[in-house]
């Protein structure tokens, strides 16, 4: 099946510092979404991606999507101990119109106050 | 508004014994999803209905697993008999529109199978 590669695995900062992670897939997807999952909760939706070269901001989260259509990138600036959690990026295949959406493993941030 | 609501929360069973997990979809959405996280495999996709009737179940791990979705606004997902390795969190989620919308997810239930 699709398979999304999804680094850094793991991310320890420090407060204020700047963050980016990114998601590589082997198939060309037609919408890319990026979700935040805090501990015993469900993934949220951050920030959804339905056009090649798109550049989306929500508040100090921007991410792209890639103009192969087989990456996006996530930025947060400035962080704080409040995005502390794992990322999800996830994508939606172009191809047979499907709605089955394929995440990656993750990113696990850990801010340092 | 209320959001995608699973129930229940956690569950602790004995290895052999039936488990029914159940998923409220947000109203009005018209796909609904089965995901299965553990630390192993992250979230995979279980099965996806579409306006109530199945899609791809490709996922489903195997036949002790099956779900359902008799409506609009309710499906549940059985595991008959259960296993240890069936312990992890299940996730539904559901999505507004059909094809390339976001789904929101359920805040999940954390399965024990003992």
């Known amino acids: 099946g699709q398979q999304l590669n999804q680094s850094p695995q793991s991310m320890f900062i420090q407060e204020g510092e700047d963050v980016s992670m990114n998601c590589t897939s082997s198939s060309i997807f037609n919408t890319w979404l990026w979700y935040k999952q805090d501990p015993g909760e469900g993934p949220v939706l951050l920030i959804a991606l339905y056009k090649a070269g798109e550049l989306t901001s929500n508040g100090r989260l921007t991410a792209q999507f890639g103009t192969t259509r087989k990456d996006s990138f996530l930025n947060i600036s400035a962080s704080i101990p409040s995005d502390v959690g794992i990322y999800f990026c996830a994508g939606q295949e172009a191809q047979g119109g499907s709605e089955k959406l394929v995440f990656g493993k993750g990113t696990k941030l850990t801010v340092n106050p | 508004d209320a959001g995608v609501i699973q129930s229940p929360r956690h569950e602790v069973t004995e290895m052999g014994q039936e488990v029914t997990l159940r998923c409220k979809p947000i109203?009005?959405?018209?796909?609904l999803f089965w995901y299965r996280q553990t630390m192993m495999r992250g979230l995979e996709l279980l099965i996806y209905?579409?306006?109530?009737?199945?899609?791809?179940d490709s996922g489903m791990p195997e036949d002790r697993f099956s779900a359902k979705m008799p409506n609009a606004s309710f499906s549940t997902l059985k595991i008959q008999p259960s296993e240890p390795r069936d312990s992890a969190v299940y996730f539904c989620?559901?999505?507004?529109?059909?094809?390339?919308?976001?789904?929101?997810f359920g805040q999940g239930t954390r399965l024990t199978v003992v």
């Open positions: 209905f579409n306006n109530n009737v199945p899609i791809d």
């Open positions: 109203s009005g959405h018209n796909s």
């Open positions: 989620a559901s999505s507004p529109i059909t094809g390339y919308s976001p789904a929101f």
